[in-house]
Nanobody, 127 residues
Framework: QVQFVESGGGLVQPGGSLRLSCDVPGMTLEYYAVAWFRQAPGKEREGISC????????YYADSVKGRFTISRNNAKSTFYLQMNSLKPEDMAVYYC????????????????????WGQGTQVTVST
């Protein structure tokens, strides 16, 4: 069974940084678009970033644009989310996901289009 394993979450002060990793041993991520989502308590899941396989193009939600950077290492079947200038409103459970039906990100990140998911990692932004 394929597992998407997130790591790198934790507690950080406002203005700090974290780097999330999503490791997928046993499955190649080549040809697939991969993305990060988050869900805060009482809020809907939000697609925040996607990176295409075909041309490496990226998409960011307005809420994280300019602060977060998505990247991927296809050879290692791993992708990342570098989060800088973290705010209390960034506090959520973060999930990595893959869309095995397409290699290109769309103009929006829609959760039901992603068919592989990690278990989530908590990010807490607080003093």
């Amino acid at each position: 069974q394929v597992q998407f394993v997130e790591s790198g979450g934790g507690l950080v002060q406002p203005g700090g940084s974290l780097r999330l990793s999503c490791d997928v041993p046993g499955m190649t991520l080549e040809y697939y678009a991969v993305a990060w989502f988050r869900q805060a308590p009482g809020k809907e899941r939000e697609g925040i970033s996607c990176i295409s396989y075909s041309d490496g193009s990226t998409y960011y939600a307005d809420s994280v644009k300019g602060r977060f950077t998505i990247s991927r290492n296809n050879a290692k079947s791993t992708f990342y989310l570098q989060m800088n200038s973290l705010k209390p409103e960034d506090m959520a459970v973060y999930y990595c996901a893959a869309n095995t039906m397409r290699s290109q990100c769309g103009s929006t990140i829609i959760g039901h289009e992603y068919n592989y998911w990690g278990q989530g990692t908590q990010v807490t932004v607080s003093t």
